[in-house]
């Protein structure tokens, strides 16, 4: 089955560490984004990607950091710079970057 | 950034149609209309896109205003498994960084 997979479902760590939530896609899809969703709000854009080895900052791209070695993997590193982590995170994907967005599960964060 | 503005919340009947109205009233001539929705506590997925004609899929229809400044998303029959936020999106593909920015959107309720 072609989609696209985030994990863990729930991830729970303790304030002022490092945290890095996957995302992996098997659509041969060349962009891949990240988003943070805050309770009862629509999403904000963290990073996104076009293409291996190329990344760009979102509107809220403090505090985090992203990887794109591979065509199929875009990790997340929420660090201890960003103030409020805890929220849900949404990973998506897409053939070229102004396609039809697909989106994972979601890792829910909670920072305790 | 054209913006688009939708009811917080509406409410439908299982198996009667739902209109959904969205207004964006400063929309430019290359911004494509797309139609995305969130399922409680799942990514958002795909309904719709469209320019300038009606469009009609398996999930739903488009029908965009002449003037282009409101578009209504169509649910020509309610199940409960509809019940979810639906976010109202204007996309300028011409434009290479300009992404998806979801707001609040409508959460539609269906009852039985």
Not at chain 2, 18 to 33: A, E, F, Q, R
Not at chain 2, 45 to 67: F, K, P, W
Not at chain 2, 96 to 108: E, H, Q, S, V
Request: hydrophobic share 30%.
């Amino acid at each position: 089955d072609g989609g696209i997979t985030q994990s863990p479902k729930y991830l729970f760590r303790k304030e002022g560490q490092n945290v890095t939530l996957s995302c992996e896609q098997n659509l041969n899809h060349d962009a891949m984004y990240w988003y943070r969703q805050d309770p009862g709000q629509g999403l904000r854009l963290i990073y996104y990607s076009q293409i291996v080895n190329d990344f760009q900052k979102g509107d809220i791209a403090e505090g985090y950091s992203v990887s794109r070695e591979k065509k199929e993997s875009f990790p997340l590193t929420v660090t201890s710079a960003q103030k409020n982590p805890t929220a849900f995170y949404l990973c998506a994907s897409s053939i070229l970057l102004h396609n039809e967005q697909f989106f994972g599960p979601g890792t829910r964060l909670t920072v305790l | 950034d054209a913006k688009t503005t939708q009811p917080n919340s509406m409410e439908s009947n299982e198996e009667e149609p739902v209109h959904l109205p969205c207004n964006h009233s400063t929309i430019s001539g290359t911004d494509y209309i797309h139609w995305y929705r969130q399922l409680p506590s799942q990514g958002p997925e795909y309904v719709i896109h469209g320019l300038t004609s009606n469009v009609n899929n398996r999930m739903a229809s488009l029908a965009i205003a002449e003037d282009r400044k409101s578009s209504t998303l169509i649910l020509h029959r309610a199940t409960l498994r509809d019940a979810a936020v639906y976010y109202c999106i204007l996309r300028d593909v011409q434009n290479a960084g300009n992404m998806l920015t979801f707001g609040g959107g409508t959460r539609l309720m269906v009852k039985p």
